[in-house]
């Protein structure tokens, strides 16, 4: 049985626990075989010779918490074995799909989609029909599958969510909300600051997340349900807003991880990246968010990979469609070098934003390193990816840094197979 005896190396085997000194052993085929003593042991049966990992980590697979995949079979932008040849290739062993998508996944019988394990492909269900004529038929979607309800990009009308509150027919699933409001961007698409009206881009104000915020605060107070979580909180005064909520009933909340690397001040005007949903915030935005997130108030990191093709990619800034692909690129690698390298971080910190946070989101079990398993990854945080490593995902909006990312490289994991391995 061909195996890798990796020695030296760094375990992060589950939360609350610190990363470890210790040794594994890796099955050619993905499988972890052995931990710690066993695997030193297993090892020297086998007679293999131990491979230095020093300074490398052995950590759970990655969780994506939402993201989005328009046309699955057949598509331009991203398909669903690209998607998942790219969330492999970046480490996530799960990314939850959203329901938008062409059509519009609102019913039962549009929730089949399916990877193969170790890959897991959780499914959103709508809280409103495509149309947003009125609500979706939750409790058939439920029944098909979907982990939770999740709205537009947007908060669908008021009389509609009301209605939907009041039914709460997810139970104790989880509740996906946009705290946003089009109506009240005013055409901008970056958010309003110094740097904005420097850079004369058209301002979107913070009122058009703060207003949505107080809605929901008061919605939820008179019809508390179970488990709401607001997707993709994007701003000081959300941030802000969430601390001031009642402890008891705050709800979870997840960030964008483009919106912990980049802002206003940190982009060149001819760099990718700046068209989100919700829009880019400033320096201010930035700090706020890494600082809930470092304090448990934001429970988890997104990928929200929004794949556009490259035609569409070639259009005016301002004519197309808002958002950025994050899987394939070195997500991983920029994030340790942000909030490790640069804020002193912890892994295990960083693996509770990047995995055991997005778990708790979707009600799913935390990962783990256990022997058997293939959903693990090997991180060296020094290394590089090598230059010449083919690109998985199909989308042409990956944002600049990730085609020029500094150290860090993914050097193995059970989600893919031994060939891919760079050890």
Same mark, same amino acid.
């Given at each position: 049985m061909a195996a890798h005896w990796l020695s030296g190396l760094e375990l992060l085997a589950s939360p609350g626990q610190p990363a470890r000194a210790g040794e594994a %052993?890796?099955?050619?085929?993905?499988?972890l075989l052995a931990l710690g003593a066993a695997a030193a042991?297993?090892?020297? $049966? =086998? &007679? =293999?010779?131990? *491979?230095?990992?020093? &300074?490398m980590l052995l950590a759970p697979a990655l969780v994506d918490p939402h993201s989005v995949l328009e046309e699955p079979w057949g598509g331009r932008a991203e398909t669903l074995s690209s998607l998942a040849a790219a969330a492999a290739a970046s480490g996530y062993g799960t990314v939850a799909l959203l329901? !938008? $998508?062409? +059509? !519009?996944r609102d019913r039962a019988d549009l929730l089949q989609l399916? !990877? *193969?394990?170790? =890959?897991?492909? +959780? %499914? !959103?269900?709508s809280f409103a029909s495509g149309d947003g004529s009125g609500l979706a038929p939750q409790a058939d979607q439920l029944e098909a599958g979907a982990l939770g309800l999740a709205t537009g990009p947007a908060l669908p009308p008021a009389e509609l969510l009301e209605r939907g509150l009041t039914l709460a027919e997810w139970g104790e699933r989880p509740l996906l909300l946009a705290p946003r409001w089009p109506e009240l961007c005013g055409g901008g698409f970056v958010r309003e600051s110094v740097e904005t009206l420097r850079a004369g881009w058209p301002p979107d104000p913070a009122t058009s997340e703060l207003l949505p915020l107080e809605l929901l605060a008061g919605l939820l107070a008179q019809r508390p349900v179970r488990r709401p979580v607001l997707m993709n909180l994007s701003t000081a005064g959300g941030a802000e807003r969430l601390r001031r909520w009642p402890a008891a009933t705050r709800p979870q909340a997840t960030v964008s991880w483009w919106h912990l690397l980049a802002d206003a001040s940190r982009l060149d005007l001819i760099d990718q990246g700046w068209r989100l949903e919700p829009s880019l915030g400033g320096p201010l935005d930035r700090e706020a968010l890494i600082a809930a997130l470092a304090d448990g108030l934001i429970t988890a990191v997104a990928v929200h990979h929004l794949p556009l093709d490259s035609e569409e990619q070639l259009l005016p800034l301002d004519q197309r469609r808002a958002g950025v692909a994050g899987h394939g690129g070195p997500l991983l690698p920029l994030l340790w070098q942000e909030l490790v390298e640069r804020r002193g971080w912890s892994a295990g910190q960083l693996w509770q934003v990047l995995c055991w946070g997005p778990a708790q989101v979707l009600g799913l079990?935390?990962?783990? =390193?256990?022997?058997? *398993?293939?959903r693990w990854l090997l991180f060296d945080p020094h290394g590089a990816a090598p230059a010449a490593a083919a690109p998985t995902s199909l989308a042409a909006n990956h944002p600049c840094p990730l085609t020029a990312a500094g150290a860090g490289a993914i050097r193995a994991s059970g989600l893919s197979g031994g060939d891919r391995w760079l050890l």
């Open positions: %052993l890796v099955a050619a085929d993905g499988r042991e297993q090892g020297r $049966a =086998l &007679g =293999l010779q131990p *491979s230095a990992a020093e &300074g329901p !938008w $998508a062409r +059509p !519009w399916r !990877w *193969s394990e170790p =890959l897991r492909l +959780p %499914l !959103w269900g079990e935390p990962e783990g =390193l256990e022997p058997g *398993s293939r």
